[in-house]
Each structure stands twice: as C-alpha cells, then as structure tokens.
T-cell receptor, first 116, second 111 residues
C-alpha cells in the first residue's frame, strides 16, 4: 500500500521560532499533497493544497505568510510554521493523492506541535 | 454548501454488540465517499472507498454501504480493538481533489 511519512513526529518549540514539518510519499509519486490541522476531539481541517512545482492553494482563513508550504519534488512537501505562538499548537497531518495509486488520499502519521 | 454529517458523535458498545455508524452528505456530483479509522495521536487509516449508490464493501467486521444521500459503516460483532474514531469524507467534484470530512464518530467497545 501507499505509505506517507512525516518528520518530526513531535516537536516542542519556543514562541517566536519557526518549525518545519516534512511530508514524504515513500513508495509513490504525489503531484498533490494536502496539509490538515486537527484539534483535540475534532475532525480534520484542511489548511492547504500543495501542488508540485507551483504555489500552494490555501483554504479561507489560513494565513499564507504564517504557514509556508513548499512542494519541491514529487515525493516531498514541507510545512513551515513561522513565528509560532501557543495558539499554533496542534496536530498537523499531511496526505497525498498520488499518480500511481487510486481511490483515496493516504495520510501521514501526524506531527504534534507544542509551542511554549 | 457541501456538508458531511456523522452520527452518533460517540458510541459505546459491548464486545459482540453489532451497530451502524451514519454519514450523511449534501454534495452535488459526488466523486467518491471514503471511510477512515483514526486512533488517538495517529493519522487516519484508509478503510473503504464507495463511488455509487448501492455499492458495498467489506473488510473483516466492517461493511460500508452507500445511498444517494448517506453511507453506513456496519460493525458486526465488534472487538475492543475496533475502538477508534471513524471518519467519513466526500471527494468533491471540483477543487484540486479535496476531501471534506465529517466530524467523526468515537467508538468505544468494552470487553
């Protein structure tokens, strides 16, 4: 099956610093990746769609300058949370809908971000 | 507006007690409906994809069905290891292959 990895799985940082989260498709190519945010006991909220070689498409209400997305290759997308604040603490999950798999988006294991 | 609603919000079952989870949707031109399982602190795990009314898919104790307005996830003789949050999502007919998720059903199966 299709495997999506994320790194790191958990990160703690100080307020004002930037944090980068990597999302990789391990055994397939992904022209489109997605970044979600999930608060405790809530469902997934789509933040942005990451397209290889082009700019990301952000959902309404998501700050482009705060959540920088780069999709530099067919297997890697990165999310950088800039100048993080405690309210950015959340569970961030990426997914990929590849060109070689069908039927669904496959999700990474998630990254728990805690901003002190 | 495209909406996905899941019910119940939470469900507690005894081991072996069968039940069903509901996912209702209002989407024009559905391209697919997906069921995922999510364990605490982990990403969603794919279960099923359904494309057209009348379609059914099974995997172990789980069976998913689809009508024009809703989908059911039937759990037969559940075990404690089936405890998780079950999410359904619909694939919109437009907009970069986005999925719209329901709020999920938290299932707890007691021994």
């Amino acid at each position: 099956g299709a495997v999506v990895s994320q790194h790191p799985s958990r990160v703690i940082c100080k307020s004002g610093t930037s944090v980068k989260i990597e999302c990789r498709s391990l055994d397939f190519q992904a022209t489109t990746m997605f970044w979600y945010r999930q608060f405790p006991k809530q469902s997934l909220m789509l933040m942005a769609t990451s397209n290889e070689g082009s700019k990301a498409t952000y959902e309404q209400g998501v700050e482009k300058d705060k959540f920088l997305i780069n999709h530099a290759s067919l297997t890697l997308s990165t999310l950088t949370v800039t100048s993080a604040h405690p309210e950015d603490s959340s569970f961030y999950i990426c997914s990929a809908w590849g060109t070689s798999v069908t039927d669904t988006q496959y999700f990474g294991p998630g990254t728990r971000l805690t901003v002190l | 507006e495209d909406q996905v609603t899941q019910s119940p919000e939470a469900l507690r079952l005894q081991e072996g007690e069968s039940s069903s989870l509901n996912c209702s949707y209002t989407v024009s031109g559905l391209r697919g409906l997906f069921w995922y399982r999510q364990d605490p602190g982990k990403g969603p795990e794919f279960l099923f994809t359904l494309y057209s009314a009348g379609e059914e898919k099974e995997k172990e104790r789980l069976k998913a069905t689809l009508t024009k307005k809703e989908s059911f996830l039937h759990i037969t003789a559940p075990k404690p290891e089936d405890s998780a949050t079950y999410l359904c999502a619909v694939h919109l007919p437009r907009g970069f292959q986005k999925l719209v998720f329901g709020t999920g059903t938290r299932l707890l199966v007691s021994p």
